[in-house]
């Protein structure tokens, strides 16, 4: 059964940092890419960043280029975003998903509330 888990979210300062992490199990192989995503409130879900799990190149969101960074660790089928810099606008639902190539699914968690204020 594949599960997928975040952690990390909490209450942080404007300006101040915090690390979500992401654990995938039962997924075995044909893992293609890793992505976070998050849902403001009233807002649509989006997408942040994500990275391809071979080579792993990243890509981000414009609203969070140069302030998050997506990392992951294959062997520990282990993915990470770290927040910087964050400002009140980021307060959000961050869910981190995985894609499996063959055959073509994606697997969500259950989120991981991220609350920027002072």
């Known amino acids: 059964q594949v599960q997928i888990a975040e952690s990390g979210g909490g209450l942080v300062q404007p300006g101040g940092s915090l690390n979500l992490s992401c654990a995938a199990s039962?997924?075995?192989?044909?893992?293609?890419?890793m992505a976070w995503y998050r849902r403001a409130p009233g807002k649509q879900r989006e997408l942040v960043a994500t990275?391809?799990?071979?080579?792993?190149?990243?890509n981000y969101a414009h609203a969070v280029k140069g302030r998050f960074t997506i990392s992951r660790d294959n062997a520990k089928r282990m993915v990470y975003l770290q927040l910087s810099s964050l400002k009140p606008e980021d307060t959000a639902v961050y869910y981190c998903?995985?894609?499996?190539?063959?055959?073509?699914?994606?697997?969500w968690g259950q989120g991981t509330q991220v609350t920027v204020s002072s």
């Open positions: 039962g997924i075995t192989f044909s893992i293609s890419a």
């Open positions: 998903s995985v894609n499996r190539a063959v055959p073509m699914t994606t697997y």
């Open positions: 990275i391809t799990y071979y080579g792993g190149t990243a």
